[in-house]
């Protein structure tokens, strides 16, 4: 098993250096891709704080597993009731953690790894993804098929106050996906994933943490089953990955119809995020035998691809605050290996 699995991830590693230098000028030649094998099975999320990376096991798990940045293994968050989405405050020093069988969120501080609070949302909630725009931490909850919604947490109030039933004008299939800008605190983006067509909603944040629905999606414009979500720093772009079509898309958040730039990833995109400066954008795509994670420049230039030698977990993605790696957690779906996660280094350009 070790011998495959090492054969597997020298595989992918001379693979994504091959792909990464069939891209022209100006991409410069970066280090070689790495791979740790984690104590998990299936992966919810992944973030990156900087000198620590976390990664939640989901449902069916109780830990959230810690590296450093270049993907050894630190520590675990452990005895946590099936965490999934994580998030990470302004300053990188809180981790929050979506707990939906616990009806809960939780909070660590990422130095001590020491949880510092849990916020109880509600019996039947299931928080399942979160965003932050300052005091208001945002969470898409729903345990029942359209029994979800949108809940805000004040954490600005001591202590902080929990409401939930925050979308009033439309209903969620189950829990919505959640996005937020970090340089613009008055809009959050909602996603509705298990239907299809899909939709997404754009939403105004007022005064007191108030949520006013501006817009959805035109008709069929994301496309189906969708994935994942993302907004630039500034509130300004949408991003979506859709099982279809083949690319993820960009749309104006002021106007969500047709895409002003598309990004070619193959079959059944599965995971988007923006870097920190809104530069560039990480794709993924859950295709067989085709490269797993794409690097783009915002107006659509390819800079990098990677193949990761198992699928990509969907939404498992994200971005070095420096923008000089992306991270990148596969699986194996027959369960007989476990989790990986890759440390993609980005080209220079």
Request: with cysteine; hydrophobic share 45%; charged share 10%.
């Amino acid at each position: 098993m070790q011998i495959r699995r090492g054969a597997t991830v020298a595989l992918a590693a001379l693979t994504a250096g091959l792909l990464t230098g069939a891209f022209p000028a100006p991409a410069v030649a970066a280090a070689t891709p790495t791979a740790t094998p984690l104590p998990l099975t299936q992966v919810a999320d992944v973030v990156s704080a900087g000198d620590r990376v976390f990664v939640s096991g989901g449902r069916s798990s109780t830990d959230v597993v810690v590296t450093s940045a270049t993907g050894a293994l630190v520590g675990t968050l452990a005895d946590l009731p099936g965490p999934t989405d994580l998030l990470l405050s302004a300053d990188r020093q809180t981790l929050y953690v979506a707990l939906p069988s616990a009806n809960a969120i939780a909070a660590f501080d990422t130095g001590s790894l020491i949880e510092s609070a849990r916020y109880d949302t509600g019996v039947g909630e299931c928080p399942s993804s979160l965003a932050l725009t300052g005091r208001y931490l945002w969470f898409g909850y729903g345990c029942d098929q359209w029994g979800g919604n949108i809940g805000r947490i004040d954490l600005g109030r001591q202590p902080a106050r929990v409401t939930t039933g925050m979308a009033t004008t439309q209903d969620f299939y189950g829990a919505p996906l959640l996005a937020a800008a970090s340089q613009n605190r008055s809009v959050l983006l909602a996603g509705q994933a298990g239907l299809s067509p899909a939709s997404v909603y754009a939403y105004a944040i007022g005064a007191g943490g108030t949520l006013t629905l501006l817009r959805a999606n035109d008709w069929t414009a994301i496309g189906s089953n969708l994935q994942d979500i993302s907004l630039d720093p500034t509130g300004t772009t949408v991003y979506t990955a859709a099982g279809a079509p083949y690319e993820v898309q960009a749309f104006p958040f002021a106007d969500i119809s047709i895409p002003s730039a598309t990004y070619q990833t193959g079959a059944y995109p599965n995971a988007v995020e923006v870097s920190r400066d809104g530069s560039r954008i990480a794709a993924g795509a859950d295709a067989t035998y085709a490269p797993d994670v794409f690097l783009f420049r915002s107006d659509g230039t390819a800079l990098a691809q990677f193949e990761l030698g198992d699928e990509l977990s969907p939404g498992a993605l994200a971005w070095a605050p420096n923008g000089a790696r992306v991270y990148a957690v596969s699986y194996d779906w027959t369960g007989a290996n476990p989790a990986t996660l890759h440390v993609l280094p980005v080209p220079a350009t």
